[in-house]
T-cell receptor, first 114, second 110 residues
Framework: EPEVTQTPSHQVTQMGQEVILRCVPISNHLYFYWYRQILGQKVEFLVSFYNNEISEKSEIFDDQFSVERPDGSNFTLKIRSTKLEDSAMYFC????????????FGPGTRLTVT | QKEVEQNSGPLSVPEGAIASLNCTYSDRVSQSFFWYRQYSGKSPELIMSIYSNGDKEDGRFTAQLNKASQYVSLLIRDSQPSDSATYLCAIYNQGGKLIFGQGTELSVKP
């Protein structure tokens, strides 16, 4: 069964450093998302992406964040200058173009900012 | 008012019993509703989607939707210890994103 994959599974970085989180969505999906979950808190939407542009972004997704689809398979989230409060699980999700709106999540990347 | 509300639990049921998980939402225009299961340290896994008022059954799971009351629930019949997880209610926002509740922790005791 097709699934969303993410790398790395765990990233440790120092405050102020740039990180890139990578995702490979399900192959026939055209809508892509990033969510994050701070430990013990609910899953929060960050950004949605369709047709090579951002469809919607949350107030969390400030100028430090960017997304890119550099090729036909990868979807990346870049955090330019990490802060301690960016420590969280980051989930990539994707869905197809049907009106079922079902989003499938990758296994996540645990980001630890020290 | 929170957009999606769930009791955080924990909800404890004996093996073989029915587990009932509830969720209310504030956005009256929401049309698509989802239940995800999340094991500790893992990602959300889609287990049910529901779009129309009434019941939708899939194996041991039944989702129930009442748009007038802005209420969606998940019933798990014949609960198993492997069902122990946090269950996340999510609504699909018109802008294209999922809005999640805090989740209800379910514990099924052998």
């Amino acid at each position: 069964e097709p699934e969303v994959t993410q790398t790395p599974s765990h990233q440790v970085t120092q405050m102020g450093q740039e990180v890139i989180l990578r995702c490979v969505p399900i192959s026939n999906h055209l809508y892509f998302y990033w969510y994050r979950q701070i430990l013990g808190q609910k899953v929060e939407f960050l950004v949605s992406f369709y047709n090579n542009e951002i469809s919607e972004k949350s107030e969390i997704f400030d100028d430090q964040f960017s997304v890119e689809r550099p090729d036909g398979s990868n979807f990346t989230l870049k955090i330019r200058s990490t802060k301690l409060e960016d420590s969280a699980m980051y989930f990539c999700a994707s869905r197809d173009t049907s009106n079922l709106y079902e989003q499938y999540f990758g296994p996540g990347t645990r980001l630890t900012v020290t | 008012q929170k957009e999606v509300e769930q009791n955080s639990g924990p909800l404890s049921v004996p093996e073989g019993a029915i587990a009932s998980l509830n969720c209310t939402y504030s956005d009256r225009v929401s049309q698509s509703f989802f239940w995800y299961r999340q094991y500790s340290g893992k990602s959300p896994e889609l287990i049910m989607s529901i779009y129309s008022n009434g019941d939708k059954e899939d194996g041991r799971f039944t989702a129930q939707l009442n748009k007038a009351s802005q209420y969606v629930s998940l019933l798990i019949r014949d609960s198993q210890p492997s069902d122990s997880a946090t269950y996340l209610c999510a609504i699909y926002n018109q802008g294209g994103k999922l809005i999640f509740g805090q989740g209800t922790e379910l514990s099924v005791k052998p």
